[in-house]
């Protein structure tokens, strides 16, 4: 399985996770049951997960204060969970460039979000590369 799968994967579950306060391992063991375990990368997705859950409350005050217009409540639980599975990576992940991982954030958008997802997630995330330290405060 390449990393873009297991982005997906980590999306499926961290998307099970927002909307029904459950327990990481088991949206994993679900999402497996119904989709197949991963082969390959299965470390790299639970890290996305677990990473993006342990910082959630940093990487949402990223979003809501970029998306000054757009309550974070409000926005698409797609688009929230893409933009925090990237964020996780552009601020804790040195190992992944950080164009990669907006790159991967906007083909997930298009993949699973609406019409205008890629274009959102990528108008949040380009802000952030703009200035990364300037976030980290």
Do not use: H
């Not at 910082?55 to 217009?69: E, K, L, Y």
């Amino acid at each position: 399985m390449s990393r873009r799968q297991a982005r997906e994967r980590a999306l499926q579950v961290l998307f099970q996770v927002d909307l029904g306060n459950g327990d990481p391992g088991e949206a994993f063991e679900k999402t497996d049951e119904s989709l197949g375990e991963l082969t390959k990368n299965e470390d790299f997705a639970r890290r996305l997960v677990f990473g993006a859950l342990e910082n959630i409350n940093f990487i949402d005050r990223v979003i809501a204060g970029i998306s000054v217009d757009w309550n974070i409540k409000r926005m698409a639980n797609v688009d929230k969970n893409i933009m925090r599975l990237a964020l996780y990576e552009i601020f804790f992940c040195e190992d992944i460039p950080n164009n990669v991982s907006v790159n991967e954030a906007v083909e997930l958008g298009k993949v699973f979000g609406g019409e205008e997802s890629g274009r959102f997630i990528n108008g949040i995330l380009g802000r952030v590369l703009e200035n990364p330290e300037g976030y980290r405060n």
